[in-house]
């Protein structure tokens, strides 16, 4: 823990807080507004690639900023980050048309991946083993307050002022998060010797990013089984085989392998990556579920899925106390059982069980998010030397956040091959975009009852597939967390 006196904690704490928010809330402010977006600037074959573009930079940079701040410093880091996140976001309020606003948000996601892993860092930093416990409840309530709040902030944007401020708003809220850390923070001088791994870091973009271009795109660009597909593949996985050649050889990797043979990170890291893909499938779908199938409301669908993120927090800040006294593995299994509970709901709910049914399933799937990334993000920052503790922590964040990629393509794939292959049994001549009209009262409306039937039952089918692998993936995180060692929480402070 830094001990330079004038360090104020607590308002670090409060601009740490801050700063996650304004990454936190992006995501669900952006899609709040994207029919007014794609409304004014055109382009809907497009839309996707707004998601796409910010979800394929952060990832692909999140590695590289978590040991840029072991080598440098978490503050410079945190800055660098924090302003080309401002930047991009100014720039895509300037936005006029959707190519633009791409390339706007590729730049707003190159900085967002220093935001998140920087900030859990920087506690880490601050607090020792035991508070970081207690205090990552109060990190992960930034996650339900960004979900409750950015619908209503992003609506109320749209509809009183332009869509351009849901960008802008970020602005002065990125700035008094980097006045905090700057006027309060003060870490040690980095007195380690500094070799950049700079063929490390570039083999890592690159790989990474044909692979989660692949991820994103197969099946909707391009064909999963094309030549385009193959090269795609085969450059980023001969490209990852490469960086991990480098990485051995380097003076001081990009990604230190030695991290990843403590069990505890190496079987943390990997149930990260499949609860990413838990959590990306129930919160895309579960609302298309809510609306599609059993006719309710957007506001109605918007409560289920908030039900997840007032789960969230409540757990993480459970958890903290919990793993005080008795260690990370009984707390992340309960988290994983918690997940497979939420999961056997989603795979039983049908259209006759009500929203209310979603809503307690979609709790449970909350409340195992919150116990296993406390754990997880608390065991790991203890369990290596502040030295290592910026890139432990961001190859935590990046499985999770690599997980969410692999899941939209798995559950993308599996929702779209499900409903085709109904198409084609009932001899429905229906396309996938026909589904479209099941998800607003008036296009439902102006549907064949008929039509409107057998759209419904194909979807509530469908889905039932997507919630079967949510459910696959829920054991496998089961299974992962059995390899954890039993045993209270490394206590190590050397900060």
Not at 24 to 35: D, F, K, L, N, Q
Not at 274 to 284: A, D, N, R
Not at 368 to 391: P, Y
Request: include cysteine; proline fraction near 4%.
């Amino acid at each position: 823990m830094t001990k330079g006196i004038a360090t104020k904690r607590p308002l670090v704490l409060v601009s740490v807080m801050l700063a996650m928010f304004v990454g936190a809330v992006e995501a669900t402010i952006v899609s709040t507004a994207m029919p007014a977006i794609a409304a004014e600037l055109g382009g809907f074959s497009r839309y996707s690639w707004i998601f796409s573009s910010y979800l394929l930079m952060s990832t692909v940079t999140v590695l590289v900023y978590g040991k840029l701040a072991d080598l440098f410093g978490r503050k410079p880091i945190f800055f660098l980050g924090l302003s080309i996140f401002l930047i991009g976001s100014i720039l895509c309020g300037l936005a006029t048309s959707m190519e633009m606003l791409i390339v706007f948000r590729f730049i707003q996601g190159l900085g967002a991946g220093a935001v998140m892993p920087i900030a859990t860092t920087i506690v880490g930093d601050i607090y020792t083993t035991v508070e970081r416990a207690k205090i990552q409840g109060y990190l992960s309530s930034v996650w339900g307050i960004s979900a409750v709040s950015g619908p209503v902030i992003g609506g109320l944007i749209v509809q009183y002022v332009d869509w351009k401020y849901i960008f802008w708003v970020n602005v002065p809220l990125g700035l008094l998060a980097m006045a905090g850390v700057y006027l309060f923070l003060h870490e040690p001088a980095v007195e380690r010797k500094v070799a950049i791994d700079k063929k490390g870091a570039l083999l890592l973009t690159l790989s990474l990013s044909f692979l989660l271009f692949w991820l994103v795109e197969g099946g909707q660009g391009f064909p999963r089984l094309s030549a385009i597909s193959f090269v795609l593949l085969v450059l980023g996985l001969a490209l990852f085989t490469l960086f991990i050649f480098v990485e051995r050889v380097a003076e001081d990797p990009m990604m230190p392998f030695s991290i990843w043979k403590n069990p505890v990170i190496l079987y943390a890291n990997l149930v990260s990556l499949t609860t990413g893909v838990i959590l990306i499938g129930v919160s895309t779908y579960l609302p298309t579920f809510v609306t599609g199938v059993m006719e309710q409301p957007a506001i109605i669908a918007g409560f289920t899925l908030t039900t997840m993120s007032i789960g969230w927090p409540i757990a993480s800040s459970v958890a903290g106390h919990l793993l005080v006294r008795f260690g990370p593995f009984p707390v992340s299994f309960v988290g994983g059982l918690s997940l497979i509970v939420g999961a056997v709901l989603f795979v039983f709910m049908s259209s006759e069980s009500g929203p209310v049914w979603a809503a307690v399933a979609s709790f449970f799937i909350g409340v195992g998010m919150g116990l296993t990334s406390t754990s997880f993000t608390v065991t790991i920052q203890g369990s290596v030397g502040r030295e290592k503790r910026g890139t432990a922590t961001a190859a935590n964040m990046f499985m999770r956040n690599f997980g969410n990629t692999i899941g939209a393509a798995i559950f993308g794939a599996v929702l779209n091959g499900s409903l085709l292959f109904i198409f084609k049994r009932e001899h429905l001549f229906y396309e996938v975009n026909d589904i479209n009209a099941l998800l607003t009262v008036d296009e439902r409306l102006l549907l064949p009852t008929l039509k409107l039937q057998s759209l419904q039952e194909a979807l509530d089918s469908s889905l039932q597939w997507v919630y079967i692998v949510v459910l696959l993936f829920a054991v496998i995180s089961v299974l992962l967390i059995l390899r954890i060692p039993r045993g209270r929480m490394n206590e190590r402070d050397d900060n």
